[in-house]
């Protein structure tokens, strides 16, 4: 990844975020943590909100999307247990970041977005960032992307009903599904693991995430 010129006060503010946001709150993955002091995190938010990037709280990135909170993004990343090599599925662009910090660790990042003004901001800030191991599609996140599986881990980062078939489908053996499952505003965040074809699933913390939108996700009625 590319090392961008940056003011001290952003980079003492992202350390600042990660000892406090999440190495105290019992993320002690050193790679996860690495990861997330190397990517500018204000480089993904509306420029207005720079000021606020490393704040403890998701942020609105417009289109009635945001960007998850800072330790959500160290939590799901540390669930899905991400290493050198692996190719990985991430339902849910947003603003790129979760992707931009799996980057860091993996081999490569297959990220899909449905809203195509953000798909396309993303895969702006990936080149801006030299990160040539993330390929962007927009499309139906609910479907997948069957030209590149199977994949190592997949990370859905929108609230679903339920874990879309086709993202099963797509995980390998061995790999690992992280999400956020349950009703349109209170979802609980599982983990998936794929073992002998068969799929072993646990809850781990209530969340909020906006809604999962396609063929498996929430209906405009619905929310």
């Given at each position: 990844m590319k090392t961008l010129e940056e003011p001290e006060i952003l980079r003492e503010a992202r350390e600042k975020m990660v000892h406090s946001q999440i190495e105290l709150r019992g993320?002690?993955?050193?790679?996860?943590?690495?990861?997330?002091?190397?990517?500018?995190?204000?480089?993904f938010v509306p420029s207005e909100l720079v000021?606020?990037?490393?704040?403890?709280?998701?942020?609105?990135?417009?289109e009635?999307?945001?960007?998850?909170?800072?330790?959500?993004v160290g939590l799901m990343t540390t669930l899905l247990r991400p290493r050198a090599g692996q190719r990985i599925l991430e339902v849910g662009t947003g603003s790129g970041y979760q992707a931009a910090v799996l980057a860091q660790m993996v081999g490569d990042v297959y990220t899909l977005e449905r809203i195509g003004s953000l798909a396309a901001r993303a895969a702006q800030l990936f080149e801006r960032l030299e990160l040539g191991n993330v390929h962007v599609q927009q499309g139906d996140g609910c479907l997948g992307w069957p030209e590149a599986a199977p994949f190592d881990g997949i990370?859905?980062?929108?609230?679903?009903?339920?874990?879309?078939q086709p993202l099963f489908d797509q995980l390998a053996e061995g790999g690992r599904l992280v999400g956020p499952v349950g009703s349109r505003f209170h979802q609980m965040l599982?983990?998936?693991?794929?073992?002998?074809?068969?799929?072993?699933g646990e809850d781990t913390i209530a969340v909020a995430f906006v809604p999962l939108r396609g063929q498996f996700g929430w209906g405009a009625e619905e929310w």
């Open positions: 993320i002690q993955n050193a790679a996860v943590l690495a990861a997330m002091r190397a990517v500018p995190r204000h480089v000021e606020e990037a490393y704040d403890d709280c998701p942020l609105p990135i417009g009635g999307q945001t960007i998850s909170q800072p330790y959500i990370i859905l980062t929108a609230g679903a009903p339920q874990i879309p599982q983990v998936w693991v794929k073992e002998g074809g068969r799929l072993e």
